[in-house]
């Protein structure tokens, strides 16, 4: 998990346009997944929520790993989508890293733990797929360090291989072990804004601070 996971349910904001039936499966299944988890929704609960014969689905996906697969491709494709919009409203790496942060704030709410649970599963099913999209985000995260330096919003003295690299391990092992302690329903978003609020202020110099202050005062006066 890292800033990408701020547009997993974008879709469920998406005005509708005309859509095959492939289309329509993935958009269905996926917001199914993200409501309940990906382990419990059958392929039979997947056909009655779309109103569709399972034969339909199975024309146009093999199995149910073969959909979850495509699902989790189409919902990057989202990801990537918002992360563009956000890239260009903002003025600098450090308000697009917050526009960012709060994005996934709001759309954490709306998602059941149990999909990022699943989501750790699923992902040692397409590790290809996964370990290839790990390498894009890795890339794209240090050209954003890199630019923050630029700027003089995050500080120079900072190693953006091993930042990018670090952020993404810490993630990965820190919301395993934090969360199978922490039992409240909301205990992911908790754990999410700690972590990812905490990277951010630390890796800001005084100017980026200014930055992130300015937008959380901002953004609490809107709530």
């Given at each position: 998990?890292?800033?990408?996971?701020?547009?997993?349910?974008?879709?469920?904001?998406?005005k509708?346009?005309?859509k095959?039936?492939?289309?329509?499966?993935?958009?269905?299944?996926?917001?199914?997944?993200?409501?309940?988890g990906?382990?419990?929704?059958?392929?039979?609960?997947?056909?009655?929520?779309?109103?569709?014969?399972?034969?339909t689905?199975?024309?146009?996906?093999?199995?149910?790993?073969?959909?979850?697969?495509?699902?989790?491709?189409?919902?990057?494709?989202?990801?990537?989508?918002?992360?563009?919009?956000?890239?260009?409203?903002s003025?600098?790496?450090?308000?697009?890293?917050?526009?960012?942060?709060?994005?996934?704030?709001?759309?954490?709410?709306?998602?059941?733990?149990?999909?990022?649970?699943?989501?750790?599963?699923?992902?040692?099913?397409?590790?290809?797929?996964?370990?290839?999209?790990?390498?894009?985000?890795?890339?794209?995260?240090?050209?954003?360090?890199?630019?923050?330096?630029?700027?003089?919003?995050?500080?120079?003295?900072?190693?953006?291989?091993?930042?990018?690299?670090?952020?993404?391990?810490?993630?990965?092992?820190?919301?395993?072990?934090?969360?199978?302690?922490?039992?409240?329903?909301n205990?992911f978003?908790?754990?999410?804004?700690?972590?990812?609020?905490?990277?951010?202020?630390?890796?800001?110099?005084?100017?980026?601070?200014?930055?992130?202050?300015?937008?959380?005062t901002?953004?609490?006066?809107?709530?």
């Open positions: 998990m890292s800033f990408i996971s701020f547009a997993i349910s974008l879709f469920q904001n998406q509708t346009m005309s095959d039936a492939k289309q329509r499966i993935l958009e269905g299944a996926s917001s199914l997944f993200i409501k309940e990906i382990k419990s929704i059958t392929m039979d609960e997947i056909a009655e929520h779309l109103g569709m014969s399972k034969r689905i199975y024309e146009h996906f093999d199995d149910k790993k073969t959909l979850v697969y495509e699902c989790l491709k189409y919902m990057d494709s989202l990801i990537d989508q918002k992360y563009g919009e956000i890239k260009g409203g003025n600098n790496i450090m308000e697009q890293l917050m526009m960012v942060f709060r994005a996934s704030e709001n759309d954490i709410k709306n998602v059941n733990p149990k999909f990022f649970e699943d989501l750790r599963l699923v992902s040692t099913e397409t590790d290809d797929y996964f370990h290839e999209k790990q390498k894009i985000r890795l890339q794209r995260r240090k050209e954003e360090l890199e630019q923050g330096i630029a700027e003089g919003v995050i500080r120079p003295d900072l190693d953006t291989t091993i930042m990018s690299v670090m952020f993404d391990s810490e993630m990965s092992i820190m919301f395993k072990k934090v969360m199978e302690q922490m039992k409240a329903d205990a978003l908790k754990v999410h804004h700690v972590m990812v609020l905490t990277f951010i202020r630390g890796i800001a110099t005084p100017k980026g601070m200014e930055i992130i202050d300015k937008f959380t901002e953004e609490k006066q809107k709530d």
